[in-house]
């Protein structure tokens, strides 16, 4: 009897390309695995029994079926050129690349072009949701021709998450492929700002009220159905209840704060301040990780600079609960706002509504507050910042105080709070009428001649300044 040929192969069968081979394979697809990886080839063949799992390239791809459907699930960079490079001698017109793994959107537009003059259609998919996500159900952004996206989709649309009315977390955002990957790096801006600001919350329960970490994951798990409610408080809270088996001591109180990062929160402030949109939160959030990763040097400093004693440990908790929404809010405004300049610069067409309806179910920023998110880009596509939406400044006209408050409570104690900070920076800059840029522009005109508006007569103007 002849082998049926497979739907769709996999290149890359690590954490996430296993994953996601099995859930595929799971939705009665046949599945084509290449490893080259001889110790993941064989974890891979004794976990998926119901995947073709190959060493050898060339029989990998003879057994896809025509047009052929490769999914690249690989390390980011060089390596994937390396695997394209290779693919498309053996590849023909009509076949497709799907990339899935954290390409740099520039890459992708770059691939798309080169792939195409061969006639070899390549997707940017933006795969969000970690190794669970890849199994059960990831938030899945696709950049790439929608004809050609249409072929992948049927696949697309069985794997993905779905939100709890059973909507599709898997979306064609765009006819570039850069843009699933530019989306998919926007959401890891966004994902570094919020865990940055949940950590400040633990920082400031912790430091400066003397909450055990249980007593924070209790306030957590009260916080989390509120409108609070996300992945990254759920699983803030399991990390905050778990005891280390040994000591019994909560792990996370044993963990060393230095904070890693693979690099797609940076690559995201660097895009924003390339399409000059400010986003401190998601900056902010970079820097946080750079500086604690100077451990040594912190200990150090700390022995010349004491902070100061605190005279009342008082914290308002309903305070710290509203700050911490408000500094979201503020965080995801300015992802949704470099989105939005991306459509400018790129002439693309993100739906922004479409994007955070793509983020309510699988990915790591997952919560019910995007429901709001939609609502508003819907009610109003053009919105120039997520603040000025009706819901949200409602809320924030409220909250606001208490982020004032709770960043003057942690200043006053040298606790730090760079993204509450940020956030807070950021609305009350955005919603000042006159700020003293004024004086920046005349000292650019002092020292470089470089001109300056006036208020009260039109036109460009410069001034001697050495009378
Ligand atoms: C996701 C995650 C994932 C992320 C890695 C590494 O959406 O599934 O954002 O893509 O890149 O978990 O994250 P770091 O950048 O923090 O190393």
Redesign the pocket.
């Given at each position: 009897m002849e082998t049926k040929q497979n739907h769709i192969g996999i290149i890359g069968l690590g954490v996430m390309g296993l994953n996601l081979a099995q859930n595929i394979s799971n939705q009665n697809f046949r599945v084509a695995g290449f490893e080259k990886d001889p110790a993941l080839i064989e974890a891979a063949r004794s976990i998926a029994t119901n995947i073709d799992i190959f060493d050898d390239i060339i029989a990998f791809i003879a057994s896809i079926e025509k047009p052929k459907k490769i999914l690249l699930m690989i390390t980011a960079g060089e390596p994937v050129d390396e695997v394209i490079n290779y693919l498309q001698e053996y590849l023909l017109s009509g076949d497709v690349i799907i990339d899935g793994g954290?390409s740099h959107y520039k890459d992708s537009l770059t691939r798309q072009q080169q792939l195409l003059n061969l006639g070899i259609h390549y997707i940017g998919l933006g795969?969000?949701?970690?190794a669970n996500?890849a199994r059960y159900g990831?938030a899945i952004m696709a950049g790439g021709s929608v004809n050609c996206y249409k072929t992948i989709e049927p696949i697309l649309r069985k794997v993905a998450a779905r939100t709890d009315n059973k909507e599709i977390c898997a979306s064609h955002l765009g006819e570039s492929a850069a843009v699933g990957h530019f989306v998919?790096m926007i959401?890891?801006g966004i994902?570094?700002a919020d865990m940055q600001i949940i950590s400040e919350t633990y920082d400031f329960l912790s430091k400066g009220m003397g909450y055990s970490e249980l007593e924070t994951a209790k306030v957590f798990k009260q916080w989390s159905s509120s409108e609070l409610s996300s992945f990254l408080i759920d699983i803030s809270v399991s990390v905050l209840e778990y005891l280390d088996k040994d000591t019994k001591q909560p792990l996370v109180s044993l963990i060393l704060d230095r904070a890693?990062?693979?690099?797609?929160?940076r690559l995201a402030a660097i895009a924003a301040l390339e399409l000059g949109v400010a986003a401190p939160s998601i900056s902010e959030s970079v820097s946080a990780r750079i500086l604690s990763s100077k451990k040594q040097e912190r200990v150090s400093s700390s022995k010349i600079y004491k902070k100061p004693e605190a005279k009342h440990p008082y914290l308002d908790i309903v305070d710290m609960k509203k700050a911490l929404l408000t500094a979201k809010i503020s965080a995801y405004a300015q992802g949704f706002d470099i989105l939005s300049a991306a459509n400018k610069e790129f002439d693309w067409d993100m739906n922004l509504a479409d994007i955070a309806k793509n983020w309510r179910a699988g990915?790591?920023i997952r919560a019910r507050f995007l429901d709001e998110v939609a609502e508003a880009f819907i009610t109003e596509a053009k919105l120039a910042n997520l603040i000025m939406a009706p819901h949200f400044s409602s809320i924030l006209k409220d909250s606001i105080p208490s982020l004032r408050r709770v960043v003057k409570w942690g200043i006053t104690r040298g606790i730090p709070s760079p993204v509450l900070s940020a956030s807070l920076s950021y609305f009350e800059t955005y919603t000042s009428p006159n700020l003293p840029a004024n004086l920046i522009q005349g000292q650019r005109d002092y020292f470089g001649s470089h001109g300056f508006e006036r208020i009260d007569k039109p036109g460009f103007h410069t001034s001697d300044w050495n009378q």
């Open positions: 954290n795969i969000s949701g970690g996500g990831p998919k959401h890891n994902e570094y890693e990062q693979k690099g797609t929160g990915c790591i």
